[in-house]
């Protein structure tokens, strides 16, 4: 039974996170063996161990579950439909053969519990950047035959980030079949993680954030939004920051490309902060806080900011209710749990 009162509109939490067995099986495999070389993996699925914690083993629980405890949840805490999307590092730990077989199987599984539970769950197929041409040829697949309703990629695939040219056939494809594209937190790169990980800081108290952030950035600056104008992107906690930092952003990358001080910042046909209100919605994953979700809303633009609740590392009731709360319009709140993910998404309408 639910603990939530009901609402005026469908609540849809657009980015809860989910992982197969077999692949779960995989990672625990690479915690036993040390076998990639990816300090931030270790700290991100290090913590199931030999002996896990009680958290940890109802994560694993929770994680790998698609029907029984999952919609016992979401009844409890009023989620009417949850967007699934394949947990991070995916499937971008491995090599591209493996990684490409993994991703197909793993949307096969997603499609097939669509199929069954059509109005609580809809999903995001997963993709190999290793291999960028066979992503593409999977994201056609996944949006035409699965019929998902887009793409996640969790950030940076060991080590190496979107804005490289070789990755671009993953935009087109997004591009030509009109489907965002999601890029969900990893912990830091190997490049970059080291700083983190000493003060527990690699995760999503902060390093997720940050790598996150960088990656989009990066991204906005190399001209991808240039070559790929049409592109939507999805990014979750509030935008990872960058919301906040937009004014800054332009008044410093304009000084830069002016005194043509990197070879890599040149002009773009947009500053970055009209690239993002223009390119990328924001889900408030992990941000129940009504101040920063309210500055998105102002920054963004109230078409712009959708709901997600983050299940299965975050599920707290009094989130929900926080999130019902919100000083919006009775037709803007209705636009942040439902509309706006049934519009961006192409989700089914349904009454609430």
């Known amino acids: ?18 992982c197969t067995p077999e692949l779960m099986r995989m990672y625990e495999r690479i915690v036993e063996t040390r076998s990639i070389n990816d300090p931030g993996f270790y700290s991100l699925w290090g913590f199931f161990g030999t002996s896990p914690s009680e958290r940890a083993r109802t994560l694993k629980d929770r994680i790998q579950d698609l029907e029984g405890r999952r919609l016992r949840d979401m009844d409890e805490h009023g989620i009417d439909m949850q967007l699934l999307m394949l947990t991070a590092p995916g499937v971008q730990v491995f090599d591209a053969a493996t990684g490409t077989a993994l991703a197909a199987s793993t949307n096969d599984h997603m499609a097939d519990t669509i199929r069954r539970h059509p109005t609580r769950f809809d999903g995001l197929a997963a993709v190999a950047p290793q291999d960028p041409q066979a992503a593409a040829k999977e994201i056609e697949r996944a949006v035409n035959q699965l019929k998902l309703k ?32 999601y890029i969900h937190p990893n912990t830091p790169s190997p490049q970059m993680v080291e700083p983190f990980l000493s003060r527990g800081l690699g995760e999503a108290i902060y390093g997720f954030a940050c790598e996150t952030g960088l990656h989009v950035l990066r991204m906005i600056v ?16 509030c935008g990872e920051g960058l919301p906040y930092w937009l004014y800054r952003i332009d008044f410093m990358h304009g000084g830069i490309v002016r005194a043509n001080r990197c070879e890599g910042a040149k002009p773009l046909q947009r500053t970055p902060g009209e690239v993002f209100r223009q390119n990328v919605w924001v889900t408030n994953s992990g941000m129940c806080w009504a101040p920063p979700v309210m500055y998105c809303h102002q920054v963004l633009g109230a ?40 519009r961006l998404f192409r989700l089914a309408p349904q009454s609430a």
């Open 150 to 181: 887009g793409v996640v990629i969790n950030s940076h695939t060991q080590g190496e980030y979107l804005d490289d040219t070789k990755f671009w056939d993953i935009f087109a494809a997004c591009e030509a079949l009109d489907v965002p594209l």
């Open 1 to 18: 039974m639910s603990t939530i009162p009901p609402a005026p509109y469908r609540r849809i939490a657009a980015e809860e996170g989910w």
């Open 222 to 237: 190399a001209g991808v939004f240039d070559r790929f104008p049409k592109l939507r992107l999805v990014l979750g906690h």
């Open 303 to 342: 078409d712009r900011v959708l709901y997600a609740m983050d299940y299965p590392y975050q599920v707290v009731a009094d989130e929900v209710r926080a999130m019902d709360a919100l000083p919006l319009s009775d037709e803007h709140k209705k636009m942040f749990f439902q509309t706006n993910a049934e």
